[in-house]
């Protein structure tokens, strides 16, 4: 972007800032949280949804006052553009397709236009406006904000600590002993590249297993333009031997420091630091299907990652020059994989994931919610008869393009205890999305409630 189109798209957007018609929505989730799908939704919803019967929760719909959304066409070129046209054919194809894995960041804005309900907007304008912006990117990314608050001593503890836990410690042997052989003295780029290859194979082999989330740094699993880059040669030594004074150790530390000042501040303050309302999208029901060791680490890891934003109430001051989440929706993400009547305990299964977070005192300065939702309903409920009672199931197609017909199973509304998961299985199948054709509503759980808490007080 030229100097001149960024001052142009900066006082654009102070300008909005100042008569509050500019808000920043943070969607916030770990890899495969459902960002990407919830973005193709959530615009879907606001370019097309103006059908009260599609959205009836939400009031600038339900009460006739919503004209309409539009992408904003001006957003400058060398900006990455969220694909929305393309994640919505992947949705249109035969059969239907979930749109592809994130690899790189893009943005997306939106003209929101309404009629404003009274006050003094609804007297001076016929039509109000609302702008939209929305930043997708790779949910690994995120993992790595947590770097910014440790030095590299502290990260290769924390790792190691890790690492060593049962469901990862098999699969970290072979690297212990790699590190235990290298000489500390060796910081040649040949060296460095050859541990940080082996790294890179430890750290895809941690992404595949179930319940690894916590998998740092972000960038050696999906690099961005980042590829090659010599600071992205990092990862943790044994915490011995990252306190020892070597060639080595100091080396990593370097790229340590310039990894946090190069890549992670910058991405945090172009993305993260002025957001306005943010969604954190969970997905607990893959981690129930992982077990006890995902359900700890899913907790962990969200717990790093929210130290990380700033809450508090708004005013005037505050949005221009300091801006602080004012309103974050918790959202247990897929709930269409298991049966309407579970919902509740899916949100309150959230809700325990969150309490440690929730009850710090920085995030009761927001308003706050939780609920399950689909950002895109890949299931159809209702009930079978078994042994003359009526009992609830979903229908949809699995991977295979099986169609199945069942009943997922019981959602617990607490975290279970490791007793419990050696004696219970769960198993919430992956779908494939619906049929669906573009001038449909696109079929959702909640997307309404979601929008009338995001946005609905911005729409009156
Ligand atoms: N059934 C269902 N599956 C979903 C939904 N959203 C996401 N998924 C599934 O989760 C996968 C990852 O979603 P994606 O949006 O790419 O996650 P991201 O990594 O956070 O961007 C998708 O490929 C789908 O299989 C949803 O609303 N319902
Ligand atoms: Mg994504």
């Known amino acids: 972007?030229?100097?001149?189109?960024?001052?142009r798209q900066q006082s654009r957007e102070f300008g909005q800032r100042t008569l509050d018609r500019h808000l920043r929505l943070g969607v916030t989730g770990l890899s495969g949280a459902g960002k990407t799908a919830f973005i193709t939704s959530l615009v879907h919803q606001l370019t097309y949804g103006d059908q009260p019967a599609?959205?009836?929760?939400?009031?600038v719909v339900r009460e006739k006052r919503y004209l309409g959304g539009q992408?904003?066409?001006?957003?400058?070129?060398?900006?990455?553009?969220?694909?929305?046209?393309?994640n919505l054919q992947y949705l249109?194809?035969?059969?239907?397709?979930?749109p592809p894995s994130t690899k790189g960041w893009s943005q997306l804005?939106?003209?929101l236009r309404y009629k404003a309900v009274s006050g003094l907007r609804a007297k001076l304008q016929s039509r109000s406006e609302l702008a939209l912006n929305i930043v997708d990117y790779p949910g690994e990314w995120l993992l790595d904000l947590p770097l910014l608050s440790m030095s590299y001593q502290q990260w290769c503890e924390f790792s190691w600590r890790l690492f060593r836990q049962p469901h990862r410690q098999e699969a970290a042997k072979v690297f212990e002993q790699h590190l235990q052989a290298c000489n500390q003295q060796d910081a040649s780029e040949l060296a460095l590249q050859n541990t940080t290859e082996q790294y890179k194979t430890l750290l895809h082999q941690f992404h595949d297993t179930a319940g690894a989330y916590l998998n740092q740094p972000g960038r050696l699993l999906v690099p961005g333009e980042l590829a090659g880059a010599p600071m992205l040669q990092l990862f943790p030594l044994l915490p011995e031997q990252a306190a020892e004074n070597s060639a080595l150790a100091k080396k990593l530390e370097q790229h340590y420091q310039s990894y946090c000042k190069n890549v992670i501040e910058p991405f945090y303050q172009q993305h993260f630091a002025r957001l306005d309302r943010q969604i954190i999208l969970v997905d607990c029901l893959t981690a129930l299907n992982s077990g006890y060791a995902a359900m700890q680490e899913l907790q962990q890891a969200l717990q790093l990652i929210l130290k990380s934003f700033h809450y508090g109430p708004t005013s005037l001051l505050t949005r221009l020059f300091k801006p602080k989440i004012s309103k974050v929706l918790f959202a247990a993400s897929k709930s269409d994989h298991a049966t309407p009547e579970q919902h509740q305990a899916l949100s309150l299964l959230l809700q325990q994931l969150l309490?440690?977070?929730l009850?710090?005192?920085?995030?009761?300065?927001?308003?706050t919610e939780v609920m399950a939702i689909a950002a895109i309903r890949a299931s159809v409920s209702g009930y079978v008869q078994v042994d003359g009672l009526a009992q609830p199931c979903i229908r949809g197609e699995s991977l295979g393009q099986k169609s199945v017909t069942y009943f997922p199973g019981e959602i617990p509304d607490k975290i279970p205890s490791a007793e419990f998961f050696k004696q219970h299985k769960f198993e919430f199948l992956s779908?494939?999305?619906?049929r669906w054709r573009e001038q449909e509503p696109l079929p959702h759980v909640r997307m309404d409630h979601v929008l009338q808490f995001m946005l609905g007080d911005k729409l009156e």
């Open 1 to 7: 972007m030229s100097l001149y189109q960024k001052i």
């Open 54 to 59: 599609h959205l009836p929760f939400f009031s």
């Open 71 to 86: 992408l904003d066409q001006r957003q400058a070129l060398s900006v990455p553009r969220f694909p929305i046209e393309q």
């Open 92 to 98: 249109q194809q035969e059969p239907p397709m979930w």
């Open 109 to 111: 804005s939106l003209s």
């Open 355 to 357: 309490h440690q977070p």
């Open 359 to 367: 009850k710090l005192s920085h995030y009761q300065a927001a308003t």
């Open 431 to 434: 779908l494939q999305p619906l």
